[in-house]
């Protein structure tokens, strides 16, 4: 029997809660992941009985530090690692601290706000929330800039086989990987550039999502650095997110891929250049404020996790 995934290859829903956590250092943290564990399984069975069509899922990554301050299984997933900074000569994609990562999402905001709420009570005593955002559907699915975000999705059991970690990993079969970055925009810089100007910058058209031939395209535009190929994909679920009035106004980007390999190319060709120096045109006006990578065991693991004893206590690094 096939281990069963957590919920990474569900579709965009209309709302989203991304919540970020690190441990405390000197406290016993095993016994509250273990309860944490248990109630991810709990909250997903819950919400498909309840509102079995509200499309409800609560997700958990768990960081490498994380992994083995928790003493979980040795040796840890293939490529689970500390993510490590993409410099190019303009724009970096930073590394930040993050060991657990909850991706809650629903067609209703309440249902977003009970699974957060009751993670945080678990969770309070022995670690710290660094990062909490709302994400909320714009339009037909665009980011704040306007465009259509995730075109480039894969559908069907396409995304199984882009999101799921498969018989090359055999002991985390089922896992997937989890890479996040919160990006913020420069609205105002953006909307100062013609419609035209834009769609060289993304490399579709705004109005209607249609892809520049390869003749028109710019050499730098996102789409065509972003892209790696069809054999190349992830399954992205990048939501809008941030307060207006102060032009804090982002992209949480977060991606579900069967190999983190596959977004470490994406990433080397947006931040260093493909070639070196033709970097992404879109982080000029778009900035990386966070990144990190986490693993997703399935739900058998959760169990399998929920069940063991251990003292993990921090060496308070």
């Known amino acids: 029997m096939n281990p069963e995934s957590q919920n990474v290859t569900d579709y965009t829903n209309n709302n989203t809660i991304f919540m970020v956590w690190n441990f405390k250092d000197n406290l016993e943290i095993r016994t509250v992941f273990n309860k944490l564990c248990k109630l991810v399984i709990n909250l997903n069975n819950s919400v498909n009985v309840r509102f079995p069509v509200s499309r409800a899922s609560c997700v958990l990554g768990i960081g490498y530090d994380a992994w083995f301050r928790l003493n979980l ?103 997937s990987y989890l890479f996040v970055q919160k990006y913020i925009h420069d609205l105002s810089t953006w909307k100062g550039l013609s419609t035209a100007d834009q769609e060289k910058i993304i490399g579709r058209s705004k109005a209607d999502d249609i892809e520049m ?8 535009a996102h789409i065509a650095l972003a892209n790696v190929g069809d054999d190349f994909k992830i399954v992205r679920d ?41 970097y992404d045109r879109i982080l000029d006006f778009s900035t990386a404020k966070t990144g990190s990578l986490f693993f997703v065991p399935t739900f058998d693991m959760l169990d399998e996790f929920q069940n063991q004893v251990g003292a993990a206590l921090s060496s308070g690094n």
């Open 73 to 175: 299984p040795a040796p840890a997933p293939k490529e689970l690692t500390n993510f490590a900074p993409v410099i190019g000569e303009k724009h970096t994609a930073i590394s930040s601290k993050a060991d657990l990562h909850i991706h809650i999402r629903a067609d209703s905001t309440s249902i977003c706000y009970d699974m957060a709420a009751a993670i945080s009570d678990v969770l309070e005593p022995v670690a710290v929330s660094i990062e909490e955002i709302h994400g909320f559907r714009y339009w037909d699915s665009r980011s704040i800039l306007g465009f259509v975000d995730g075109t480039e999705n894969p559908h069907g059991i396409d995304r199984e086989r882009f999101a799921i970690i498969g018989d090359d990993d055999p002991a985390y079969k089922g896992g």
């Open 213 to 220: 031939s390869d003749e028109v395209k710019p050499a730098n």
């Open 238 to 278: 990048n939501m809008p997110f941030g307060h207006m009035s102060t032009n804090e106004m982002g992209t949480y980007f977060i991606a579900y891929a069967s190999t983190f390999s596959t977004v470490q190319k994406m990433l080397n060709n947006m931040f260093i250049g493909f070639p070196a120096g033709n």
